[in-house]
């Protein structure tokens, strides 16, 4: 059987559902074809589960560590079942929400049960779902992502956690080890911490975070150390084994071997984009240099009627790039996506100081700048009260939304780039900072944190206190 659509987009989450929406508005008709759940990483087992329990337990953190004496609260012993219990509970009414309600308002989206795959992409993008070819003028592929799992010695033949069984485990472990020292491992592993398991992050780069600015690892790294977490940086894992329902888990650092013994491992070290068996290579679309869909600004791909969005291209901003690409493939404006670094652009630091002034390369071709008050992440930090609202959220406000301008003085966009609210931009024909705030409207989210008449500085320390 053959059916058609003006717009193909093959996964159900965060991206697939933005790209499906920004199209149903322009009165297009939508395939969204799903393998799995409705909703995709982010409120099944991803942001929504891990936040909602972040912030449960940051409520009993806060009240057993209050930052004033004398107010007389007492922790009375958890139910970690109830805990858990609410927050699938909250998923579900989520999921119900925010995708199967949302999906009901626009009838020109047809959701399509089933595993996709691409048979052709020109003339037009034909795509084999079970027994049914859909066939539209574009498609957008938004697969999304699943867990790496490290090539270490015997750990594939242990039951080992990724973040999806550690946001519903059978039981808290009293001893839990976290391979990987990103944003997931580090704000599961405080999870767990403040869960009651004694927790040791096992990272291989020297300092947390490593995709953070140094001063961003010292702060986290220091607050975990203060609630009692281990962290082990610059450490090998060689070997993990099981038995009798212990781990056992050995390794190198720079001072000699380890070894740890502990009831559960989390593996934490990154996703790989969910691309096999679509069909990708057959029809000739370049992946990047993470194994991601290698995309333009537009969201395009190297076959021109194939985009994509999402952990399926690598720049994790799956919602603003499921948008952008439905605009780009059916040509409702010219909206660009501004997300830079990462795959798309470079780096570098150029001052130092308190200061910083970041250079990077837009996807154009052109540079821009912009600087990060370094000192005043720091502080913001150091005004936090006890108690992370998780470390993507964190990331958030250090790394995201931020003017920029390429060399050729052509207007900036919004994008996720180093340096979030805390930056300014900086004017390139003069070389000196211009000292406007920024405007803080979240186009993204819809949001004016401006409305609330908020300085940068004090969104910024809003974040990170929580
Ligand atoms: C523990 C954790 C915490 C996180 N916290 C945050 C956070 O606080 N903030 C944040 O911004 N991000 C966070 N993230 C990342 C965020 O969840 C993802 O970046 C986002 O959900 C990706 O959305 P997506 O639409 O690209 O992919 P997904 O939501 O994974 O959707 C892809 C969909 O495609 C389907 N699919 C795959 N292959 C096929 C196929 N062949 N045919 C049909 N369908 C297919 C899948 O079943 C899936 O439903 C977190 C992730 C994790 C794991």
């Not at 404006?333 to 798309?344: E, H, K, L, S, Y």
Request: aromatic share 4%; glycine share 14%; charged share 20%.
């Amino acid at each position: 059987m053959e059916q058609s659509a003006d717009l193909m987009v093959i996964g159900g989450g965060s991206a697939g559902f933005a790209a499906a929406i920004k199209a149903a508005t322009a009165g297009r008709t939508v395939a969204l074809i799903e393998a799995g759940v409705m909703g995709g990483t982010c409120v099944k087992v991803g942001c929504v589960p891990s936040k909602t329990l972040i912030a449960a337990l940051n409520l009993r953190w806060r009240a057993l560590n209050p930052p004033v004496q004398g107010l007389g609260l007492r922790g009375e012993a958890m139910d970690a079942g109830a805990v858990f219990a609410h927050k699938q509970a909250l998923v579900e009414t989520l999921r119900e929400e925010r995708y199967r309600q949302v999906l009901a308002a626009y009838p020109t989206v047809r959701w399509v049960e089933g595993a996709a795959r691409i048979e052709a992409a020109e003339p037009a993008v034909r795509v084999r779902v079970g027994e049914t070819v859909w066939r539209a003028p574009r498609c957008i592929v938004a697969t999304g992502s699943r867990p790496w799992i490290l090539p270490i010695s015997g750990l594939a033949g242990t039951p080992y956690w990724t973040s999806t069984e550690a946001l519903s485990p059978t039981a808290v472990p009293s001893r839990l080890l976290v391979l990987g020292g990103g944003a997931v491992g580090i704000e599961l592993g405080q999870l767990y911490h403040r869960l009651g398991s004694a927790v040791t992050v096992v990272e291989a780069s020297e300092r947390l975070l490593p995709r953070e600015d140094p001063e961003v690892s010292a702060v986290v790294t220091k607050a975990l150390g203060a609630e009692g977490m281990t962290v082990c940086t610059g450490a090998a894992v060689d070997r993990v084994t099981y038995s009798q329902e212990r781990f056992t888990v050995e390794g190198r650092t720079a001072e000699g071997h380890f070894q740890w013994v502990g009831e559960a491992v989390l593996v934490a070290a990154g996703r790989r984009p969910n691309l096999a068996g679509l069909g990708l290579a057959e029809v000739g679309v370049a992946l990047n240099a993470r194994g991601g869909i290698a995309v333009d600004e537009r969201m395009q791909s190297s076959v021109a009627t194939i985009y994509a969005a999402g952990d399926a291209e690598c720049v994790y901003v799956a919602a603003e790039a499921g948008s952008v690409a439905a605009t780009h493939a059916l040509g409702l404006g010219d909206r660009r996506i501004g997300v830079v670094g990462g795959a798309a652009g470079h780096l570098h630091r150029s001052t130092g100081g308190q200061r910083r002034l970041y250079r990077n390369r837009s996807r154009r071709g052109g540079d821009f700048r912009y600087s990060l008050d370094v000192a005043a992440v720091v502080r913001a930090s150091r005004h936090r009260q006890r108690g992370a609202r998780g470390v993507h959220q964190a990331r958030r406000g250090i790394g995201h939304r931020t003017r920029h301008r390429d060399a050729r003085g052509g207007g900036g966009g919004w994008g996720d780039h180093p340096g979030g609210s805390l930056c300014r931009p900086i004017r390139h024909d003069l070389g000196g900072f211009d000292d406007h705030p920024l405007p803080l409207s979240d186009p993204v989210r819809g949001g004016t944190a401006g409305g609330l008449g908020l300085s940068p500085r004090r969104r910024q320390a809003l974040v990170l206190c929580g």
